[in-house]
């Protein structure tokens, strides 16, 4: 079966602008995460939704949401980038049942602000 | 609040041998999950093994297994007869385990990563 998509792979802006990524999980899996991984910070998590109202948010400013649709697709939005907002934003899905089996990742979307 | 801590920035092994990565977390929970991942240069986080804390008997996948001390807070990977396609970061990483009223998934805290490079 196909894996977690996340469209685009690979994405530049300009300081100020805002972004949005999107992320296709698993069929079947109802929770999505969005982590961001940098090289100062490590892997960080963003938010997680599930059957589409977000559970659980981590440390980040407002400027960074997501919302989740209906047939679980989610997308991350970020406005009035900064140059600190470069980044390799994972997102990952699992089934979100009782049963946990760890999530499943996709390959990222690579994010260079300038 | 977890705290998961990977003490190896690098290692390198030659072909077939064996290497351990080290992983130390810190949590007040009794019931939790912990998971290693593997980040090869393509980016993608691949499970490789994910360990229940209430089991006490150790995973293992094929190569991979870990020894698991709930008491003393330590989880490490041992890789047997490694190959060069396991070359990649590898991450551990703690869950906490969710209620069973409870939907969703818990995130996902995770070490700094040890980069492990196999030499032809």
């Known amino acids: 079966k196909a894996g977690v998509t996340q469209t685009p792979r690979y994405l530049i802006k300009t300081r100020g602008q805002q972004v949005t990524l999107s992320c296709s999980p698993i069929s079947g899996h109802r929770s999505v995460s969005w982590y961001q991984q940098t090289p100062g910070q490590g892997l960080q998590f963003l938010f997680e939704y599930f059957s589409e109202t977000q559970r659980n948010k981590g440390n980040f400013p407002g400027r960074f949401s997501g919302r989740q649709f209906s047939n679980s697709r989610s997308e991350m939005n970020v406005s009035t980038l900064e140059l600190g907002d470069s980044a390799l934003y994972l997102c990952a899905s699992s089934l979100g049942s009782y049963a946990n089996y760890g999530y499943t990742f996709g390959s990222g979307t690579r994010l260079t602000v300038v | 609040a977890q705290t998961v801590t990977q003490s190896q920035p690098e290692m390198s092994v030659q072909e077939a041998e064996t290497v351990t990565l080290s992983c130390t977390y810190d949590?007040?929970?009794?019931?939790?999950?912990l998971f290693w991942y593997k980040q090869p240069p393509s980016r993608q986080m691949i499970l490789v093994i994910r360990q229940e804390a209430y089991k006490q008997q150790n995973a293992t996948e094929n190569r991979f297994s870990v020894n698991f001390q709930k008491a003393a807070k330590s989880f490490s990977l041992k890789i047997s007869d490694s190959q060069l396609g396991d070359t990649a970061m590898y991450f551990c990483?703690?869950?906490?385990?969710?209620?069973?009223?409870?939907?969703?998934?818990?995130?996902?805290?995770f070490g700094t990563g040890t980069r492990l490079t196999i030499i032809p």
């Open positions: 949590t007040s929970e009794n019931n939790y999950y």
């Open positions: 990483a703690f869950m906490k385990h969710k209620g069973i009223s409870n939907f969703g998934n818990e995130k996902l805290t």
